[in-house]
């Protein structure tokens, strides 16, 4: 009987600390799994969300260009028929040119004064001091850039509803061989931003912020009443490159990145 207990107290003596080992072995082990998977999931959500937002930022980037063409064509043309002492030809010019693209509410080319030298539309020009638009004196402090406006309702013409997007630039343009500046004005409706974030899934919570240089936010698809807005603009401020978030307890990614030619930080908030 002495010798049971004595062969059953050495078998516990070593079936316990081999149970224990056992039992830590599979406690590291399930750790270190889902320490991993967790890492796994982390560095494909942070991949797909770089993937998105290089895709909306193209997408915005294309769209940009497209308009900045527009405006070429439209400053190369006012040098061309001036050279050619054929400025009269410019309002069909202006026009056509607004109509390729639907998006354009207007074309309108000022003197340094704030005259209207060329319209594409029938409208008349907002008695207001135009030297005095916000959008004017930005074309003015540097001239060799276009400059893009905030959201704002369309102030050029003495009466319109519009909400626009005001490209500007100093261009040359000719009157009987002397050589002039003036400011090009091209209104851009936003229908086409807000067309740009409906194109892709953010997933639940996903969004949008774009602001400018200033900090002014140009756009969100966010309601303006969201406190969450307000977050994702003080992120988008100090955000630099890309990070996890969580915003109202959603775990998202945020990239940000400027977008060419312009001075818009475009950032995305994507649910991972």
């Known amino acids: ?22 039992i830590i072995s599979l ?21 797909s969300s770089k993937e998105i937002n290089k895709q909306i930022i193209l997408n915005f980037e294309n769209y940009i260009e497209s308009v900045i063409d527009t405006a070429d064509y439209i400053q190369q043309k006012t040098i061309e028929q001036g050279l050619k002492n054929e400025n009269d030809t410019l309002e069909d010019i202006y026009g056509q040119a607004a109509d390729v693209q639907p998006d354009i509410e ?32 930005d074309a003015l402090s540097v001239d060799s850039i276009y400059h893009f406006s905030s959201p704002h309702q369309q102030d050029v013409f003495e009466s319109s ?13 000719y009157v009987a061989g002397e050589k002039l500046e003036a400011v090009l004005v091209v209104d851009i409706n936003t229908s086409s931003i807000i067309q740009l974030t409906e194109t892709t899934n ?22 303006t009443n969201q406190y969450s807005l307000s977050e994702s603009i003080a992120i988008t401020q100090d955000i630099f490159r890309g990070e996890s978030v969580k915003i109202n307890d959603i775990s998202m990614y945020v990239n940000a990145s400027t977008l060419q030619d312009t001075r818009w930080v475009l950032a995305t908030f994507i649910n991972t």
């Open 27 to 47: 406690i590291t082990s399930s750790y270190l799994t889902f320490i991993n998977f967790k890492s796994t999931s982390e560095e494909i959500g942070e991949s």
């Open 161 to 173: 509803n519009a909400v626009v997007i005001t490209v500007t630039k100093i261009v040359d343009y």
């Open 202 to 223: 953010l997933g639940d919570g996903g969004h949008i912020v774009i602001l400018n240089d200033d900090d002014t936010l140009i756009y969100s698809d966010l309601d």
């Open 106 to 137: 207007s074309i309108i080319l000022f003197d340094l004064n704030g005259q209207a030298i060329v319209n594409s539309s029938f409208r008349d020009i907002s008695m207001d001091d135009i030297t005095l638009k916000e959008w004017f004196i």
């Open 1 to 22: 009987m002495r010798n049971i207990f004595r062969n059953s107290s050495i078998r516990d003596s070593i079936l316990i600390p081999i149970v224990l080992i056992v």
